[in-house]
């Protein structure tokens, strides 16, 4: 089995930086796209950052020139690096990744339990 497990949210002030990490852990052959999603309450889940296995990248709008989306591929890890945090940036946090493992040599989605990102204003 393959799972993704999310560790780095928590509490900061407007203006501070968090540091994201999500790994794929298990029966990993090989993990292609990486992505970080978000959901804030009553809001649906909307994308923030993807990263191809290559290493190039997408961003919302709304984080472009603050977040960075990066990952270690010996370490099937993707990382997700917050500065200049915003009250609006507030939100459940959730790595998704698409992943072959040993056990079926086939590509499936998996997500992450998320992690929760307070950013206090």
């Known amino acids: 089995q393959v799972q993704l497990v999310e560790s780095g949210g928590g509490l900061v002030q407007a203006g501070g930086s968090l540091r994201l990490s999500c790994l794929a852990s298990?029966?990993?052959?090989?993990?292609?796209?990486m992505a970080w999603y978000r959901q804030a309450p009553g809001k649906q889940r909307e994308l923030v950052a993807t990263?191809?296995?290559?290493?190039?990248?997408n961003y919302a709008d709304s984080v472009k020139g603050r977040f960075t989306i990066s990952r270690d591929n010996a370490k099937n890890t993707v990382y997700l690096q917050m500065n200049s945090l915003k009250a609006e940036d507030t939100a459940v946090y959730y790595c998704n990744a698409d992943v072959i493992s040993y056990a079926s040599y086939t590509l499936y989605n998996y997500w992450g339990q998320g992690t929760q990102v307070t950013v206090s204003s």
């Open positions: 298990g029966r990993v052959f090989k993990v292609n796209a």
């Open positions: 990263i191809t296995s290559g290493g190039s990248t």
